[in-house]
């Protein structure tokens, strides 16, 4: 690979880990996993997962996809996939090989 390619790629790299997305990102995950009720949420939908009718079932979900830290961090995670996604087709398309 281009060398000056491969510098780019830290910097991306760099960038990423100093934005405040990720930042923010890893700030609501702790603050997830500190919340007590939704450990009770996540335990409690573990154990009756299997049964996607069941209505505790719908009203844990609902719980939880709308409280307002999933919420956001949920956000985060896939505008930040699809600026991974992104990055990954700019990448591949500067270092498609074809031929022999």
Do not use: A, W
Request: proline share 2%; charged share 35%.
């Amino acid at each position: 690979m281009d060398n000056n390619l491969i510098i780019k790629i830290d910097e991306l790299i760099n960038i990423f880990e100093e934005s405040n997305e990720i930042k923010r990102l890893i700030e609501l995950k702790e603050n997830i996993y500190k919340d007590e009720t939704i450990k009770k949420d996540i335990n409690t939908f573990n154990n009756i997962k299997d049964n996607p009718y069941n209505s505790e079932l719908v009203e844990i979900r609902k719980r939880l996809l709308n409280n307002p830290d999933i919420k956001e961090y949920k956000q985060i995670e896939n505008e930040l996939l699809l600026l991974t996604l992104s990055i990954n087709q700019k990448l591949n398309s500067l270092t498609d090989k074809k031929g022999c």
